[in-house]
């Protein structure tokens, strides 16, 4: 967008700016001392800076705000503030970006997403707090349009340098992640169940994706290394929902691509392991298997069954919604006022915090009503659609290079995760967000039946197999008009 500026023009912007600077550190140097104002200086400097390779880096920018605000480190109050900024000026961009562009048509997805945000909105105007709720609705249309705009332009026609990023991005989470919990101990990213919902839902997947898709050995065994890593990690956490939607979405990759030695031989090894060690060591294997299910599976409370952490949560969405059957509590409030999303930093199913309902799928239906929830659902089921469609795709060719097919994993994940945990639909969590911009894009580049998307490319992507790589680059390109 910028770099679409002339040149002069450019440099004569740059001079009057630096004049100004110069002229300001000369009549106002306290500006220049004060940490608020430098501060802001920096964030309003790396904005600019987003914005003028748009689609290369503004993605990153976002998420890296969204995570560096849920994250336990000195200063991320800064970033709490300054991830909205981020996603308004995303979506502002993106948008006319978009509209100026003509190459990324609107359908029936983004109508039903259109239609969730006034439904919000209708909810929001009969909250105990409309101003509030109101706020909330405005985070949600933002993050919707930047998912429908910049998300999308950030990803179609670049789905290479897009995933060979984002890979990068993975591997270095998982190193940085396992020094802080393994070495330092330091919760980095909040409660265990925080931990456990970016790695399972996200980076597992789509490691795993990546060893399978890797053309050189060292780079097949180093992806591999940190996806064991990474599960180990998850099984770390405790969080039974992101286990779940680990083995549900890693399994949905195994049988999709037909993996089904590489499945046998890793659940074999896991067996041999667990013998070995009940021969050597059994009272600590069994001493292991007593912790697992006492702290995994019944999270402590064996005596109550497995689901008694969800009984409080679940019966307190059950009474608000029996209360505000029609039209809800308002959009991202409850009856008392609380914010559902004040905690999404180190969110959890505890029954100590009232505005968790421990599902999405409640917590939204509580929020906007029997009226308001339709096209929340809608939206969903359209998405389930790629997803199934994508999946079906993948088990009939048992081809790894189509673009959906990470994303779909990763969707299908967050889907079923989010049956267990709310953040779904609480844009000020960066799972959220994340989710969300992959579900648009899915829904361009899903396989439509006799068309393929473009293939990820083989000179900016050496991930992929030479034989998937020479068969996609001869498929054609799935036209504008089939995106939905």
């Known amino acids: 967008m910028l770099s679409r500026i002339p040149k002069p023009v450019m440099a004569a912007a740059v001079s009057v700016g630096a004049i100004a600077l110069a002229y300001m550190a000369w009549s106002r ?9 430098v501060g802001g200086l920096i964030l309003l400097e790396l904005v600019i800076a987003a914005i003028w390779k748009f689609r290369q880096v503004f993605f990153t920018v976002l998420i890296l705000a969204f995570l560096l605000a849920g994250a336990s480190l000195p200063g991320s109050s800064v970033w709490t503030s300054a991830r909205w900024l981020f996603l308004g000026v995303g979506a502002a961009v993106g948008f006319l970006m978009l509209f100026k562009d003509h190459q990324h048509p609107f359908g029936i997805f983004h109508g039903v997403a259109l239609f969730a945000v006034l439904a919000a909105a209708v909810s929001a105007s009969v909250s105990r707090y409309p101003s509030f709720a109101l706020l909330k609705v405005l985070s949600l249309f933002l993050l919707f349009l930047y998912a429908g705009s910049g998300a999308r332009l950030a990803v179609k026609g670049r789905e290479a340098g897009f995933f060979a990023g984002l890979l990068v991005g993975c591997e270095i989470l998982v190193g940085v992640l396992a020094v802080c919990y393994l070495v330092l101990g330091t919760q980095l990213v909040g409660n265990p169940n925080s931990l456990g919902a970016i790695l399972g ?18 780079t097949r065994r180093r992806r591999f290394f940190l996806f064991a890593l990474c599960l180990y990690l998850v099984f770390q956490s405790h969080s039974r929902a992101s286990i779940l939607a680990v083995a549900f979405s890693c399994g949905l990759l195994f049988v999709g691509l037909r993996k089904y030695r ?51 949560p679940w019966e307190k969405a059950v009474d608000a919604i029996r209360s505000h059957f029609w039209f809800g509590t308002g959009f991202g409030t409850t009856d008392k006022g609380g914010d559902a999303s004040q905690h999404l930093g180190n969110f959890s199913s505890s029954s100590v915090v009232s505005t968790e309902y421990g599902s999405s799928y409640l917590e ?80 361009d580049i899903a396989p439509v039946p006799g068309l393929m998307a473009p293939s990820l490319g083989r000179s900016r992507f050496s991930g992929l197999p030479r034989k998937v790589l020479d068969a996609g680059t001869r498929l054609p390109l799935r036209p504008p008009s089939a995106a939905s």
């Open 29 to 37: 140097p306290w500006y220049f001392t004060s940490q608020t104002y």
């Open 201 to 218: 839902v996200v980076v597992a997947p789509l490691l795993l994706w990546a060893t399978f898709v890797a053309q050189d050995v060292s």
């Open 262 to 312: 590489s499945l046998i031989v890793g659940v074999s090894v896991v067996l041999i392991l667990v013998s070995i060690a009940a021969i050597f060591q059994p009272e600590r294997l069994f001493e292991t298997a007593s912790t697992v299910t006492s702290e995994v599976v019944y999270k402590g409370r064996i005596e109550n069954g497995m689901f008694e952490s969800r009984h409080s």
């Open 364 to 443: 939204i239906l509580t929020w906007v009503g029997m009226l308001g929830v339709l096209p929340f659902f809608l939206l969903l089921v359209l998405l389930a659609g790629k997803v199934f469609r994508t999946m079906l795709w993948m088990l009939s060719t048992g081809n790894a290079s189509h673009p959906a097919i990470p994303l779909a994993i990763v969707v299908a994940g967050g889907i079923l995760h989010a049956a267990f945990e709310d953040w779904l639909f609480a844009p000020g969590y960066y799972l959220c967000v994340f989710h969300w911009c992959m579900a648009f894009v899915l829904v």
